[in-house]
């Protein structure tokens, strides 16, 4: 990069190759990590890149590069790590760190690699995500060439707008087998028919009758079916299948598509990711490969900023790596199943103590199966949520501040789990691709509690529209009313319904 | 690995330049980037270049949180955190700062009023030349010589060549040893225009005459000083009498009493006269009024001032009246008479409110001159 070397010095990498000895002793299991060696400004740009060296031309990235600079050069955020999901797992270290920074990023960068190779909700990405990018890159920079950089990157911006409309959980569904019998609604394209010996068939299936089951089935069809016949969550599929695009358009959408489902499972497990990796680098500074006396002050200076809780904000890494600490001592003690559920006593509960030492075994397996929300829903409970001092916050319109509301836990993890539900994203669902019977585009917004915000999404609209090239529909829920948002290709049009 | 993050910045800036542009007449009139004016660059304001989505409105939603407090207790509003994409935490939107020189900002005021650049009264730049010490070589003068890198080579020679004795540390220096300090010539521009900025303060200039001054002559100063390498500035002010003040006080000063418009004039001839040879440097000479004369033997006097020195003496007289309530605005008319359009050096402008002040700039730079 830049022409000079970004290898580590024979110091780190030796303190790399020891701490991933101990790492894996320690039961993690972690594709091989390479560590670059970069100064703020290449880390900046990298960070701006989404963590990859290659990406597609695009000003977002300058717009992220120039806000990362500014706020490293007035000092308000530093970045704390950078590790990419892909195998080889490819990290970086800022070379101005100190050696127990510099430790405890790699650390923690084991964590997240461990956790990259081994959560579920990670197996379907692409592990060659870093050639992927590169090929991605490859393919925009040659659209540039044949139709011009500003029609290029003003569709890539159409598409960006819709990025967020994908199925997470596609790809864990299986694909429907395709039958060449059936068209694709999986309906027999023949009539069927009863089997017989040739020579009995004209009487077993007459002729009449066929045609008969013939019209029959035409007739069914007719009625079908929606168009989608179940409404789908993965937008972007169903406008890459069905919208009139040229094949350049049809490929970007493709390369948006594809990024957006490689960078879903981070956003899918954000606290328990970093949770996880938080969780390792304080057990291993601290007991498997234990820092030496002398750095033990700057390393919790370190870590106290790590898990620093932002006022108004939830830190992820603090969650995460106390709700983490909070299964291993419940495991540990035995404190699970139905006795211990059904117990009411606070001092029994809290002397309750098996000594099993479960802990590290269901930790293991909490970061194997769990994303965000199935471990907030199945772990977070009452105790965890007073000693933690959780609480909720609403906004106070008259004093025009954001107020502390509750501490009741029931509210708190409903709250929590609501804001979580895909990845915090609104969940949206193509439910006619031949509205009206005039090709016209429906879709439904699956109201949770919140608002979609006013202005994003007429704009959201005219960018759908861009893609359909026919009239687009959006039904919500806006101020407590269903209304339907419209956009014919020069006005907006808001109704009730 | 290679990066292209420069041309996505460009691409980046290319936007905010757009974006700038379509808002520049608001920029013009409002005042705001003067106060955000720093020495080379303006920070401008712009709503944030963001990609739209479906997405949750970020403001009036609540969240989670950690920590202590009462119910009814204030949540300080931290930053949201990088990369946490839940719907509660983002703190609402964070308008985009951007840092713009001077030397940009006038481009896109130059593009968007279709400015056309000035052409230089056929004066050569004024420039004054400068050495600095900036290398080193083998040969020049001892008078040159840099001891310390003369003395590290000897001992580089003796060592190397085994002659360094560390109990009679003795280095003699060579020919070849020796290194000279070598300079090169910059060439510093020096000023080669001035400005003159004239304001008539008398009691019937009001703040806001003097805020659209104000304005106007921020735009004034932000194009004329991306035409010239170097530019002077001095200001007059004048009620019934003239005199030379400062910046600061050339805005703030309120005087009351009458205007004699002339003492002005015939103090921007004097110092003309005195610091500013016409034959080499080029002259702007700006005069805000709300034309209120007192008497028409003043008119009279300056008409003759403008048409026998400073007029002859200046690349640009521009007189621009501020509308005021009191004001009669008699002056514009009676330049209009005198000078019809005889003279392309003199351009008179109205501006009547602030959304005139771009107009204003347009008819005075419009020129070229």
Redesign the interface.
Known sequence: ??GYNTQLTPELAEVAARLADAARAAGLDFFDTIFELVDYK?LN?IA??GGF???Y???????E??RLSKSYTYG??IIYEMVINNDPCYAYLLRANDMVYQKTVIAHVYGHCDFFKNNYWFSKTNRKMLNQMANHAVLMRKFIDEVG?DEV?SFI?TC??????IDIHSPFKAQPKKNEDQDEYGRPKQPSKIKAKSYMDNYINPAEFMEYQRRKQAEEAEKVKGFPENPERDVLKFLIDHAPMSSWEKRVLGIIRDESYYFAP??QT?ILNEGWATYWHSKMMTQIAPLHESEIIDYCDHFAGVVA????????Y??GVELLRHIERRWDRGQFGIDYLHCDDPKTRSEWNKNLGLGKQKLLEVRRIHNDITFIDEFLDEDFCHE????????D?R?N???????DFRE?KQ??LQ??TN????I?RVVDGNFRNRGELLLT?SHEG????????L??LK?LHRIWKRPVH?DTLFEEVKRRISYDGTNHQIEKI | MPMHMESDLNRFRKIVRGKIKKELRRFISSGDLIARQGKKQVTIPLPRIDIPHFQYGSNEQGGVGQGNGEVGDQVGQGDPQPGEGQAGDSAGQHSLEVDVTLQELAEILGEELELPNIENKGKKNLEDKQYKYTGILKQGPESLRHFKRTYKEALRRAISSGNYDPENPVIIPRKEDKRYRSYRVYNLPVANAAIIYMMDVSGSMGDEQKEIVRLTSFWLDTWLSTQYAGLERRYIIHDATAREVDQQTFYRTKESGGTLISSAYRLAQKMIEESFDPAEWNIYLFHFSDGDNWSGNDTAECMKILEGQLIPAANLFAYGQVESRYGSGQFLRDLQKHFGDTSNKITLSQIKDRDAIVDALKTFLGKGK
Do not use: C
């Not at chain 1, 031309?57 to 717009?63: D, I, L, S, V, Y």
């Not at chain 1, 933690?388 to 906004?395: A, E």
């Open positions: 990069m830049h290449q740009e701006a890149y060296p290659t990406r031309p695009h000003w977002r990235w300058g717009m590069y120039e308000l955020s950089q990157e911006d960006l707008s819709l990025e967020n409309l981070q956003a954000k809780s932002h006022p108004g904000g939830l830190n992820p603090k969650l933690s001092k959780m609480f909720l916050y609403d906004y319109r004093s501040r954001h107020v502390i509301s509750s501490r708190i709250r929590l804001q979580l990845f915090g994203q609104p949206i917004h919140a608002d979609l915000k006013h202005d994003a999404t704009e959201t960018n959006i």
